[in-house]
Structures are given as C-alpha cells and as structure tokens.
C-alpha cells in the first residue's frame, strides 16, 4: 500500500512538472522546454503504466517493457537537453572528476545483474552514465 502511495505523489509531482514546462514551452516556443516537456511526460508515462499495474495485479511487473521504453525515452531525452544546453567551449573541457559518473554506473550495473536483466541494466548504465558524465561536466 505505502509503494501505491508513493508511486502515486510520484506521479502527481511528474504531471505537474510536465504541465509547467509544456506551458512554458507554448509560452516561450522553445526547443529546451519541450525537450524537458517530452522527459517529464514520458516518465510520467511509464509510471502510470507502473502504478496501474499494481494497483490491478497487487505487485510489481517483472518485466515491464511498456515502463522500460517509456524511462528509457525519458533519459534520452535528458541527454539530448543535456547536449542542447551544452556551452561552446564545453565540447572540449573532459575533467577527469567527470569519470565518477560512469564508473559508478558501470558498479551499478554489476550490482544489478543479480536481480534485473544484463540488456536492460547495460542499457541503463549506457544512459546514465552518460547524463552523469555530462551532468558533472557542467557542473565542474
């Protein structure tokens, strides 16, 4: 029960930012916004597909390829705003303390073979390390 309610403040927190920036992407006619419009929706999409399934069959899908898409869409499209928001000179700045990102995604990923499955969690720790790197590159 605490996970349907949970999931479902989740939700409302996705949809909300999701209206929010597709508003301000109406508002503005630009192409970050709608990038981060087209993150949030489909995260939330995933996760509506991830909450009705529990609240229909009372537990966790084991393989759920509709939510999979759907967060594997939304961390593409965070790493396309993420290129889009890049700066000039930051194509050729490489940090080496921006390497903490995949290399923690790769440990991740290795952590997570015991449970989940090797595509889907090599797939996550490609895209997500990615975002990490480009996240801590701004950053720093």
């Not at 087209?38 to 069959?57: D, E, K, P, S, T």
């Not at 952590?111 to 090797?118: A, Q």
Request: with cysteine; proline share 4%.
């Amino acid at each position: 029960m605490i996970e349907i309610i949970d999931n479902a403040i989740q939700l409302v927190v996705l949809a909300g930012c999701c209206i929010y920036s597709a508003v301000l992407s109406i508002k503005n006619k630009g192409q970050v916004w709608f990038l981060l419009t087209c993150f949030y929706g489909a995260f939330a999409l995933g996760l509506i597909h991830w909450l009705l399934f529990m609240v229909f069959y009372s537990g966790n899908p084991k393989l759920s390829p509709v939510s999979d898409l759907s967060w594997l869409a939304g961390v593409s499209f965070l790493l396309v705003l993420q290129d889009t928001l890049r700066l000039p000179g930051e194509n050729t700045y490489r940090p080496v303390l921006a390497l903490a990102a995949p290399v923690f995604s790769a440990i991740m990923c290795l952590f997570f073979f015991r449970w989940g499955h090797y595509f889907l969690n090599i797939l996550y720790a490609l895209l997500m390390g990615a975002c990490g790197y480009n996240a801590l590159r701004g950053l720093i």
